[in-house]
């Protein structure tokens, strides 16, 4: 079958709004298993395009894509091979060009995934690099001579395990991975890759896209020195980046990433944007020390990246109502004018409904707490569905990552699994041939279309609190205080241009009630939730929020 219309056309050119990302609400899609549309099992442009409908009907202003480049598929698109088109498995750079004016016609701004720390070792510049010391590529790559017996340079070490560092026969000489040991890092300190980089960042912004997710923004450059990183105490070591079985997480990774040189990178790519009215950029920041200072850093002045996402909320730690607070006020007390990205699961973690044991009541409630913080938020395929992880057998696990650490970390396969559409399919009409990763069949009652259909489905749910949030420029673009936190329950105030929005939420299976801050406060119907007030005290059911507003309404 064939999703793809030809009749597409580019729409009309669309009011532009400099500032639309500032608050947005961003879906992302990945597109391996969003929705296959010529039965090979592997989800493609084509596939998207049929379903940009129930993305514009949850209420998001933004799609972001993980990486549709030509790659070998080893790391599934992170391992670039070619940046300027797309792989044939999802298509042709025309079904990406018929992609973006669908978006655009739907109201959806389109961002993609640029991958600029590393390449595939297939790709034609490391190709060349690493055929002599002395070519026009040769220093496009971070090189290094072993050290006098013949081990690797320094002690960094790889993401995906291992050291960071892999031998090269033809160069007789190390090469730098921070992740698979065929995706090199690129030397950003190289003048001319800056400049190929940002000629490609430039390549797809004429072409249409209006912002791109920034993969490991904070691994673009290294110490030039190579000095080893210090050891971290065992105390300080925590599994927010990697996960506990993985020895990088007893590093204090100074050297490898985290550069002061970044900065000043980053201020020319944010330059490359600012000739593209109202294009944006949202950075991956990986980082278990200095995550929040870091967003801090890069989305600060005006004149790096726009907004930054760390894994403060996509971590294994519980979300309770006294972490939120921790989390939200450090952040405030050190990004300054710069703004966060925030985010519950993503195509890296295990999806949170299963990460923090939710019940479908908690999974509603954690939604309505997300869409009330201040920041951009991202929400990513099949949360709106309320999915959980997915159990994937070893012998058909495709994840290198889980491969590598199985059975103690299974690897990022469970959160990858293919969207259920309908119920009534094994597929889950998600493929007419065989999925690439297995449909969970738990999923299949979670159909997208079967919720559409049910009032009191989490999808439904989903859309009512999007909708919520977009009637509110408090939600977007107001300030935020922490009014009250424990364990259990959170309460914040939201507050622009004279309204003020209270946010309640009990984070437990009890009932609770909690006092009104001084005002007139009107309950408001932000979506199906039973908590009631008397003016001065809310009484809040187990996994129920209040929301109330004062000022103008």
Same mark, same amino acid.
């Given at each position: 079958?064939?999703?793809?219309?030809?009749?597409?056309?580019?729409?009309?050119?669309?009011?532009?709004?400099?500032?639309?990302?500032?608050?947005?609400?961003? +879906?992302?899609? +990945?597109?391996?298993?969003?929705?296959?549309? /010529?039965?090979?099992?592997?989800?493609?442009?084509?596939?998207?395009?049929?379903?940009?409908?129930?993305?514009?009907?949850?209420?998001?202003?933004?799609?972001?894509?993980?990486?549709?480049?030509?790659?070998?598929?080893?790391?599934?698109?992170?391992?670039?091979?070619?940046?300027?088109?797309?792989?044939?498995?999802?298509?042709?750079?025309?079904?990406?060009?018929?992609?973006?004016?669908?978006?655009?016609?739907?109201?959806?701004?389109?961002?993609?995934?640029?991958?600029?720390?590393?390449?595939?070792?297939?790709?034609?510049?490391?190709?060349?690099?690493?055929?002599?010391?002395? /070519?026009?590529?040769?220093?496009?790559?971070?090189?290094?001579?072993?050290?006098?017996?013949?081990?690797?340079?320094?002690?960094?070490?790889?993401?995906?395990?291992?050291?960071?560092?892999?031998?090269?026969?033809?160069?007789?000489? +190390?090469?730098?991975?921070?992740?698979?040991?065929?995706?090199?890092?690129?030397?950003?300190?190289?003048?001319?890759?800056?400049?190929?980089?940002?000629?490609?960042?430039?390549?797809?912004?004429?072409?249409?896209?209006?912002?791109?997710?920034?993969?490991?923004?904070?691994?673009?450059?290294?110490?030039?020195?190579?000095?080893?990183?210090?050891?971290?105490?065992?105390?300080?070591?925590?599994?927010?980046?990697?996960?506990?079985?993985?020895?990088?997480?007893?590093?204090?990774?100074?050297?490898?990433?985290?550069?002061?040189?970044?900065?000043?990178?980053?201020?020319?790519?944010?330059?490359?944007?600012?000739?593209?009215?109202?294009?944006?950029?949202?950075?991956?920041?990986?980082?278990?020390?200095?995550?929040?200072?870091?967003?801090?850093?890069?989305?600060?002045?005006?004149?790096?990246?726009?907004?930054?996402?760390?894994?403060?909320?996509?971590?294994?730690?519980?979300?309770?109502?006294?972490?939120?607070?921790?989390?939200?006020?450090?952040?405030?007390?050190?990004?300054?004018?710069?703004?966060?990205?925030?985010?519950?699961?993503?195509?890296?973690?295990?999806?949170?409904?299963?990460?923090?044991?939710?019940?479908?009541?908690?999974?509603?409630?954690?939604?309505?707490?997300?869409?009330?913080?201040?920041?951009?938020?991202?929400?990513?395929?099949?949360?709106?569905?309320?999915?959980?992880?997915?159990?994937?057998?070893?012998?058909?696990?495709?994840?290198? +990552?889980?491969?590598?650490?199985?059975?103690?970390?299974?690897?990022?396969?469970?959160?990858?699994?293919?969207?259920?559409?309908?119920?009534?399919?094994?597929?889950?009409?998600?493929?007419?041939?065989?999925?690439?990763?297995?449909?969970?069949?738990?999923?299949?009652?979670?159909?997208?279309?079967?919720?559409?259909?049910?009032?009191?489905?989490?999808? /439904?749910?989903?859309?009512?609190?999007?909708?919520?949030?977009?009637?509110?420029?408090?939600?977007?673009?107001?300030?935020?205080?922490?009014?009250?936190?424990?364990?259990?329950?959170?309460?914040?105030?939201?507050?622009?241009?004279?309204?003020?929005?209270?946010?309640?939420?009990?984070?437990?299976?009890?009932?609770?009630?909690?006092?009104?801050?001084?005002?007139?406060?009107?309950?408001?119907?932000?979506?199906?939730?039973?908590?009631?007030?008397?003016?001065?005290?809310?009484?809040?059911?187990?996994?129920?929020?209040?929301?109330?507003?004062?000022?103008?309404?």
């Amino acid at each position: 079958m064939s999703f793809l219309d030809p009749s597409v056309q580019d729409s009309p050119a669309q009011d532009v709004d400099p500032d639309w990302w500032r608050g947005a609400v961003i +879906y992302q899609i +990945y597109p391996r298993s969003y929705q296959d549309s /010529n039965g090979d099992g592997v989800g493609d442009l084509a596939g998207i395009i049929h379903r940009l409908p129930h993305i514009a009907d949850l209420g998001a202003d933004a799609i972001w894509i993980s990486p549709f480049f030509r790659s070998p598929m080893l790391d599934f698109g992170y391992d670039v091979s070619d940046y300027r088109d797309v792989d044939p498995l999802f298509g042709t750079l025309g079904d990406f060009d018929a992609l973006i004016a669908r978006a655009h016609e739907l109201g959806l701004k389109v961002l993609i995934d640029l991958v600029m720390s590393h390449t595939s070792d297939q790709h034609p510049w490391f190709k060349e690099s690493r055929a002599s010391r002395d /070519n026009a590529k040769a220093d496009w790559y971070v090189w290094a001579d072993a050290k006098p017996d013949g081990s690797p340079p320094n002690n960094w070490l790889s993401i995906f395990g291992g050291p960071a560092w892999e031998w090269d026969g033809e160069r007789m000489q +190390y090469y730098l991975h921070n992740f698979l040991r065929e995706q090199p890092d690129l030397n950003l300190h190289n003048p001319h890759v800056q400049r190929e980089l940002l000629d490609m960042t430039r390549f797809w912004l004429e072409r249409g896209v209006d912002g791109f997710r920034l993969d490991t923004i904070n691994f673009y450059f290294h110490d030039p020195d190579l000095r080893d990183n210090p050891a971290l105490s065992a105390e300080d070591r925590n599994d927010t980046i990697a996960p506990s079985v993985n020895p990088y997480n007893w590093q204090d990774h100074l050297y490898d990433k985290n550069r002061p040189e970044n900065l000043e990178f980053l201020k020319k790519f944010r330059a490359v944007l600012d000739e593209f009215p109202a294009a944006t950029s949202v950075g991956e920041v990986g980082d278990a020390q200095r995550g929040t200072e870091i967003q801090a850093e890069y989305t600060s002045g005006g004149d790096k990246v726009h907004m930054c996402y760390g894994f403060e909320f996509l971590s294994p730690k519980p979300l309770t109502g006294s972490r939120v607070k921790q989390v939200l006020e450090h952040y405030e007390s050190v990004v300054g004018d710069g703004w966060a990205c925030w985010a519950f699961s993503n195509h890296d973690v295990v999806r949170h409904v299963s990460r923090w044991n939710l019940t479908e009541d908690a999974a509603q409630l954690y939604a309505a707490l997300l869409l009330s913080l201040r920041g951009t938020v991202c929400l990513y395929q099949g949360e709106e569905l309320g999915l959980t992880e997915a159990y994937v057998a070893f012998e058909e696990l495709q994840d290198p +990552y889980g491969i590598r650490f199985w059975p103690k970390f299974k690897g990022r396969d469970g959160c990858r699994t293919p969207i259920p559409w309908v119920q009534d399919n094994h597929n889950g009409g998600f493929t007419e041939g065989k999925p690439w990763l297995p449909v969970a069949m738990e999923h299949l009652n979670r159909a997208a279309m079967t919720q559409a259909a049910d009032p009191d489905s989490i999808l /439904n749910f989903y859309r009512a609190m999007l909708a919520y949030r977009k009637s509110h420029a408090a939600f977007a673009k107001g300030s935020l205080s922490v009014v009250e936190a424990r364990d259990d329950y959170v309460s914040l105030i939201r507050e622009h241009e004279g309204t003020h929005l209270f946010c309640a939420f009990n984070l437990s299976d009890s009932e609770q009630t909690a006092r009104l801050p001084e005002g007139d406060w009107h309950h408001e119907n932000a979506a199906p939730f039973t908590s009631t007030h008397d003016g001065r005290e809310i009484t809040l059911p187990p996994w129920q929020a209040w929301f109330g507003h004062r000022g103008v309404a």
